[in-house]
């Protein structure tokens, strides 16, 4: 009994940490020309570069906190901080937002300035991926 109960646990938490690795997709509209780097989506969503329309989501999900994380190196409350300050300062505004990733998908594939990140598995081929945080 020990046996199974212990096996069923370890499936469980195989399952749980596949389920929390998704790969997070930073995508542009397929036609656009120009591929940003890390560096430049940082400043993108962070209101410092306006050479795209940035397409945030609403709501504080996995990706989104995968997203930032790893892109701008901030967690949700040096966000909402930052934001905060910028809007407080009038020296920015605060992103356009859409409720989930295939909302984000529609947007940047119907705009072609626009850039936006998603669990890589809703990409379809009207966005193309820049690059992809494992």
Known sequence: ??????????GALL?????TQA?????????SSVAPTQSEVA???????NSFKAVDQASWNPTKSKFYTAVTNKN???LKSYWSAMVFTGKG?????????????ARVSSQA???GY???STVNDKVKVLFVLP
């Open 43 to 49: 400043n993108i969503f962070l209101g410092k570069d």
């Open 1 to 10: 009994m020990k046996r199974i109960i212990s096996a069923l646990s370890a």
């Open 23 to 31: 790969e997070v997709a930073v995508i542009v509209n397929a036609a």
């Open 15 to 19: 399952t749980f940490g596949t389920l």
């Open 76 to 78: 949700e409350s040096q």
């Open 93 to 105: 505004q605060l992103l356009p937002s859409v409720a989930d990733d295939a909302a984000v998908v």
């Open 113 to 115: 300035d626009a850039i």
């Open 118 to 120: 998603v669990d890589k």
